[in-house]
């Protein structure tokens, strides 16, 4: 258990829907990064928080948000979704003490676009 | 653009020999690499690191080596377990400000009994 908890574990929903998957953090750690995971890819970039501010941002779709809130949970709003969004989706945090270079996953959350 | 790439998409060795992954990547500004065991359904597990200014990093059954100027790291697991069987990525951090994490493709290691 890496203590970074996603919920939900799984969501099934439609095209053209919207969905927030959210994340906790390890306890103590400012920065939250969100991966997603498709179909016989690895995971890809999408968005870092730290400490409640965005960080950096890699290929996320502009349909696609993010926020992190002063309790340091994180949450990643999809919209309008496509067929193509259906993937996995990690959270990851870091501690300070490692400068923040290793990362620990949670979980994740299966979405599946019908 | 694949800027850290894992060439075999699996590996089979029988159980109590050498594992041994591989991972190249492109951009000389990477600084810290580390490597993620994942089980399906699960997330990736971190299990061990190395930054540029080593050559070597031991932990354990696990082993990850660096060679810079060939832009190329390996882990060695040794010996290896039945239960080591999982998808292996390597990733590569630029560090700096995000520390964002650039991953392979992933190399699917099955260790026979």
């Known amino acids: 258990d890496s203590g970074v908890t996603q919920t939900p574990k799984h969501l099934i929903t439609a095209t053209g829907q919207r969905v927030t998957l959210r994340c906790s953090p390890r306890?103590?750690?400012?920065?939250v990064y969100w991966y997603q995971q498709s179909l016989d890819q690895g995971l890809q970039f999408l968005i870092q928080?730290?400490?409640?501010?965005?960080?950096a941002k890699g290929n996320i779709l502009e349909r696609f948000s993010a926020q992190q809130f002063p309790d340091l949970h994180s949450e990643l709003n999809l919209s309008s979704l496509e067929l193509g969004d259906s993937a996995l989706y990690f959270c990851?945090?870091?501690?300070?003490?490692?400068?923040?270079?290793?990362?620990?996953f949670g979980p994740g959350t299966r979405l599946t676009v019908l | 653009d694949q800027q850290v790439k894992q060439n075999s998409p699996s590996l089979s060795v029988q159980e109590g020999r050498i594992s041994i992954l591989n991972c190249d990547y492109t951009?000389?500004?990477?600084?810290?690499f580390l490597w993620y065991k994942k089980y399906p359904a699960e997330g990736p597990t971190f299990l061990i690191s190395?930054?540029?200014?080593?050559d070597k990093n031991e932990d354990g059954r696990f082993t990850v080596f660096l060679n810079k100027s060939a832009k190329h790291l390996s882990l060695h697991i040794v010996p290896s377990q039945p239960g080591d069987s999982a998808v292996y990525f390597c990733?590569?951090?630029?560090?700096?400000?995000?520390?964002?994490?650039?991953f392979g493709t992933g190399t699917l290691l099955a260790v026979q009994p």
């Open positions: 990851a945090s870091s501690p300070q003490t490692s400068g923040g270079l290793t990362q620990y």
């Open positions: 306890s103590g750690d400012l920065s």
């Open positions: 928080y730290y400490n409640g501010e965005e960080r």
């Open positions: 951009n000389s500004m990477f600084d810290y």
């Open positions: 190395i930054s540029s200014i080593k």
């Open positions: 990733a590569a951090s630029g560090g700096g400000a995000t520390n964002k994490l650039i």
